[in-house]
C-alpha cells in the first residue's frame, strides 16, 4: 500500500494499493479509523486494471480527516493493520520533509530509502525518473512501488507518504511525449494529476509545492508557463514555496545551453525570481549541486536558489564552480534532501545514501522585491 495526496495533506490522504483480481477490491472495502477511537469507517474505492498486466489497483482518498492525527487502516476487516497521519494544520512545530529523484529499483536506491526512512520525514517528493522503467515495464514500476512501500517508513512503523512529479524516464520517448506515453505514472498519480502533467499541492497556510513537467508531457512554454504565473502570483504571500522540476535549469553535468534547460531558464526562471520562490528542487543529472541565489542569470542575493540534481540512486561526475560559476558546491554524491521548517528558519541538509552530511544551508524567506 502506498500513501500520496491530490488535495489539502493537512485533511486528506489518498491511498492506493495493488491486486490479482477485481474481487480483491470488491468485497474489501477500505476500512479507517482515527487513533484511539475505536469506531471504523468504511470508504469507497476505485479499481482499474494497471497498464500493461492482469493486475488490478485501487485507489481511495479518505477527506474530511483531522489535521495532525494518526489514522489506522486496513482493506477488508481481516487484513493487517496499516497507519498514516495528516500533516499540522499549522506550521508551530517544525516540519520535516525530503527531497530527492533519480531512483530506480538498485542497492544504492535501497540505501537512500533507508537513510530517508530514518529521518522520519512527514513525506517524501520524488522529483522524476522514479523506477526508470521508461514507459514500459509495468515489473520494474511495480518493483519501485513494493521498495517504497516497504521501506520508506517512519520510526513507528507509518507510511511516509510519496508526493511525485514526472520526468524523462516515466515516458516512452523521454520528451514531447503525451500522457498515454507514461502510463504507469499517471495510473499511480493521476489524482493530483488529472488533466496535466503538472500540479500545486497546498499544506494548509504554511507551504505550497509547485510541481512541473519538464517537457516530458507538457511543453515547457505556452499553458504551462502560463500556469506557473498564475499558480507562483497567487501564493506570493504562502511562507515556503518551492518549485519542483525533473530537468534542472541550472545543471550540473549536462550542458546548460542545451534546449531544454535553456527554455526553462528563459521562461521559468523569471516567473521564479518575480514570485518570490525560496527554492527550486532540482533533479535528473544525478549529482548533488547547490547553486548560488540567481537572478537574471547571474549571481545576486536577492535571487532564487536551486537544489539538485537528483541522485536518490543514480550517480555521475559533475562540473564543479571553476566551470560553472553559476554553482556553490558540488560533489558525485548519491543523496537526498532533508527540508526542516522551522517559523521563519528553513534549513536543507544534503545527506549521502550513508547518511552522512553533504551540505547544510540555511534559508530565510526574502524581504519582497519592490516592483517598479
Ligand atoms: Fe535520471
Ligand atoms: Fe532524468
Known sequence: MIATWQQDPTTTITLQWIGEK????????????????????????????????????????????????LYRIRVGLDSPQESVRTMPAKATNEITFISGGDSGTGSAARRTNEVAANQSPRFVILGGDLAYENGSSAKTFLKFI??????LRDERGHLIPLVACIGNHET????????????????????????????????????????????????????????????????EEMPNVFVVNHVPMYPCVRNADDRLHAAMRKHWS??????????????????????????????NDRGVLYLGDGSWGKI??????????????????????????????RFHLALSDHGKVVDAVHTQKMARPRRS
Open 22 to 69: 477485481e474481487q480483491d477490491g470488491l468485497s474489501r472495502n477500505l476500512w479507517y479509523r482515527k487513533s484511539r477511537t475505536k469506531t471504523w469507517h468504511e470508504v469507497a474505492h476505485t479499481a482499474r486494471r494497471f497498464p500493461h498486466t492482469d493486475l488490478w489497483q485501487f485507489r481511495a482518498e479518505l477527506t474530511g480527516l483531522d489535521p495532525d492525527s
Open 316 to 345: 555521475r561526475s559533475p562540473e564543479g564552480p571553476d566551470k560553472r560559476p553559476f554553482l556553490a558546491k558540488s560533489t558525485e554524491s548519491y543523496h537526498l534532501s532533508l527540508h526542516r521548517l522551522e517559523g521563519k528558519d
Open 172 to 235: 516512452v520517448g523521454f520528451y514531447d511525449k503525451t500522457r498515454q506515453d507514461a502510463p504507469f505514472f499517471y495510473a499511480m498519480f493521476d489524482g493530483l494529476y488529472p488533466d496535466t502533467g503538472y500540479a500545486t499541492l497546498d499544506f494548509g497556510d504554511y507551504l505550497s509545492l509547485v510541481l512541473t513537467d519538464s517537457g516530458h508531457t507538457s511543453p515547457i512554454d505556452g499553458d504551462q508557463t502560463e500556469w506557473l504565473e498564475k499558480v507562483l502570483k497567487e501564493r
Open 146 to 151: 513494493d521498495q517504497y512501500s516497504a521501506d
Open 270 to 299: 523569471p516567473l521564479l525570481e518575480r514570485y518570490n520562490v525560496d527554492a527550486a528542487l532540482e533533479h535528473h543529472d544525478h549529482a548533488f549541486k547547490r547553486t548560488h541565489r540567481m537572478k537574471d542569470g547571474l549571481i
